[in-house]
């Protein structure tokens, strides 16, 4: 499986960056607000220094823009209305010219190639209204094919320093690509930058797979595959691509891994019998403990992030709820109970709320509520929403939808926490799961 050495090479470059203290800033984006308007900036094209850096000046400018445009939080003024230009990264900002066509934010950058073959990347942020640059100019330094890494990298500095929020562009997502007809559809786990590109696969087309999980340090994965004709938790290793059976228990079937945040446990669902019960498994060691022992069926464990909890869903009520106890196992509580049912817990890198799935009156949604229940907030409707995931901020949640009749379709989505941004992310695909922002 030669093919994943291409996404190695392009994607796990070495990048530097040199920061100071940020100087006093006034250009802020309250991204809680209800009623927030889109921030207009201004990106002219990056500097290209030298010849063979024209095209990644383009291209770099072109992929942090639409980072940016991607959250619903800004807006790009066009070229066309721009009153001057930028010509040299060290001259003077006009910012009279900036504000005349209401710029409130302006990014400035250089791109050049060294001697060695290696790229750099220069850029700066600018507060229009209150002339002052937004903290100390930053510098990345990688291989060509590492571009689009060094402009996601912009684009989380420009975000963090006007929402004070984490980035999430510098990330990746694995996932179900699914093709063919809704009765023989086949699956195959791929990995993508978290904007749909750079899309590469990790297995083959031979079995089914299901709900990939990244480890808490982006470099394996999780999944369900029925390779063996019952279904089996493999654990990947991304740089490989070599994989091994976590669980193989005859008579049992292992399934809805979520690794812990110390990246050396994995919890995950297991039925013997008619009985489905939540356990826990150090890797390392093979020592297993279950958590649950109840007659009902107890499934999708995810940890809190500081690893001290776990939530997920049980129908030991009657019907299907959340419930949240300690990772040690221990006497659940139960903290859904609004109309319907709750399924596939994920809680936040936050750690301040739980995205859920919700099905009532027929239809399914993508939710988000306090670690105690409270304050549900419902962000999506559709025939079929399912299987939430949260950006490494804990701002932003992708999900699946799927359509309705024989010829349905999966598609990913992503939401803001707040309901807004809906927006396709890739279509013909399955069961994201969201990366840490990579090292």
């Given at each position: 499986?030669?093919?994943?050495?291409?996404?190695?090479?392009?994607?796990v470059?070495?990048?530097?960056a040199t920061?100071?203290?940020?100087?006093?800033?006034?250009?802020?984006?309250?991204?809680?607000?209800?009623?927030?308007?889109?921030?207009?900036?201004?990106?002219?094209?990056?500097?290209?220094e030298?010849?063979?850096?024209?095209?990644?000046?383009?291209?770099?400018?072109?992929?942090v823009?639409?980072?940016l445009?991607g959250?619903?939080?800004?807006?790009?003024?066009?070229?066309?209305?721009?009153?001057?230009g930028v010509t040299?990264?060290?001259?003077?900002v006009?910012?009279?010219?900036?504000?005349?066509?209401?710029?409130q934010?302006?990014?400035?950058?250089?791109?050049?190639?060294?001697?060695?073959?290696q790229?750099?990347?220069?850029?700066?942020?600018?507060?229009?209204?209150?002339?002052?640059?937004?903290?100390e100019?930053?510098?990345f330094?990688?291989s060509?094919?590492?571009?689009?890494?060094?402009?996601?990298?912009?684009?989380d500095?420009?975000?963090?320093?006007?929402t004070?929020?984490?980035?999430?562009?510098?990330?990746?997502v694995?996932?179900?690509?699914?093709?063919?007809?809704k009765?023989?559809?086949?699956?195959?786990?791929?990995?993508m930058?978290?904007d749909?590109?750079?899309?590469?696969?990790?297995?083959?087309?031979?079995?089914?797979?299901?709900?990939?999980?990244?480890?808490?340090?982006?470099?394996?994965?999780?999944?369900?595959?029925?390779?063996?004709?019952?279904p089996?938790?493999?654990?990947?290793d991304?740089?490989?691509?070599?994989r091994?059976?976590?669980?193989?228990?005859?008579?049992?079937?292992?399934?809805?891994p979520?690794f812990?945040?110390?990246g050396?446990?994995?919890?995950?669902?297991?039925t013997?019998?008619?009985?489905t019960?939540?356990?826990?498994?150090n890797?390392?060691?093979?020592?297993?403990?279950?958590?649950?022992?109840?007659?009902?069926?107890?499934?999708?464990?995810?940890?809190?992030p500081?690893?001290?909890?776990?939530?997920?869903e049980?129908?030991?009520?009657?019907?299907?709820?959340?419930?949240?106890?300690?990772?040690?196992?221990?006497?659940?509580v139960?903290?859904?109970?609004g109309?319907?049912?709750?399924?596939?817990?994920?809680?936040?890198?936050r750690?301040?709320?739980?995205?859920?799935?919700?099905?009532?009156?027929?239809?399914?949604h993508?939710g988000?509520?306090?670690?105690?229940?409270?304050?549900?907030?419902?962000?999506?409707?559709?025939?079929?929403?399912?299987?939430?995931?949260?950006?490494?901020?804990?701002?932003?949640?992708?999900?699946?939808?799927?359509?309705?009749g024989?010829?349905?379709?999966?598609?990913?989505?992503s939401?803001?926490?707040?309901?807004?941004?809906?927006?396709?992310v890739?279509?013909?695909?399955?069961?994201p799961?969201?990366s840490?922002?990579?090292?």
């Amino acid at each position: 499986m030669t093919y994943i050495c291409t996404l190695m090479v392009a994607c796990v470059v070495q990048l530097s960056a040199t920061t100071a203290p940020f100087a006093q800033e006034r250009l802020v984006i309250r991204i809680d607000d209800p009623n927030i308007e889109p921030l207009p900036y201004a990106i002219p094209q990056f500097i290209a220094e030298t010849a063979a850096a024209d095209q990644i000046a383009k291209d770099i400018t072109q992929v942090v823009s639409a980072d940016l445009q991607g959250t619903g939080f800004f807006r790009e003024i066009p070229a066309s209305a721009y009153i001057s230009g930028v010509t040299s990264f060290d001259s003077p900002v006009q910012f009279a010219d900036w504000k005349a066509i209401n710029a409130q934010a302006l990014i400035t950058g250089t791109v050049t190639t060294a001697g060695d073959g290696q790229v750099v990347v220069k850029f700066r942020l600018f507060d229009v209204f209150s002339n002052s640059e937004m903290g100390e100019g930053l510098q990345f330094v990688g291989s060509p094919n590492g571009w689009r890494r060094m402009a996601h990298k912009v684009a989380d500095a420009v975000y963090s320093r006007i929402t004070g929020e984490g980035g999430y562009f510098d990330s990746r997502v694995v996932f179900v690509s699914e093709t063919g007809p809704k009765n023989q559809r086949q699956k195959r786990i791929g990995i993508m930058d978290y904007d749909g590109a750079n899309q590469q696969f990790l297995t083959d087309a031979s079995t089914i797979v299901l709900a990939p999980r990244f480890s808490p340090s982006g470099d394996r994965v999780l999944y369900t595959s029925y390779e063996s004709g019952f279904p089996r938790i493999n654990v990947l290793d991304i740089a490989s691509v070599n994989r091994r059976a976590l669980e193989d228990q005859p008579g049992t079937m292992s399934f809805a891994p979520r690794f812990a945040p110390n990246g050396q446990e994995v919890v995950f669902s297991l039925t013997q019998g008619s009985n489905t019960d939540i356990f826990k498994l150090n890797i390392n060691t093979g020592q297993r403990q279950q958590l649950t022992n109840s007659p009902a069926i107890e499934t999708a464990p995810s940890f809190s992030p500081d690893g001290s909890q776990i939530v997920f869903e049980s129908d030991r009520s009657g019907t299907q709820q959340l419930y949240v106890m300690s990772a040690n196992g221990g006497e659940p509580v139960r903290i859904s109970f609004g109309q319907g049912r709750y399924g596939t817990p994920v809680w936040s890198p936050r750690g301040d709320l739980v995205a859920f799935t919700k099905q009532n009156r027929g239809r399914f949604h993508i939710g988000v509520m306090r670690i105690d229940g409270s304050d549900e907030r419902l962000l999506t409707a559709s025939f079929l929403d399912e299987g939430p995931t949260w950006a490494p901020n804990g701002r932003v949640i992708m999900f699946t939808r799927e359509t309705a009749g024989g010829e349905g379709s999966s598609t990913m989505y992503s939401v803001d926490i707040s309901g807004r941004n809906l927006k396709v992310v890739q279509n013909s695909a399955s069961d994201p799961s969201w990366s840490p922002l990579l090292k």
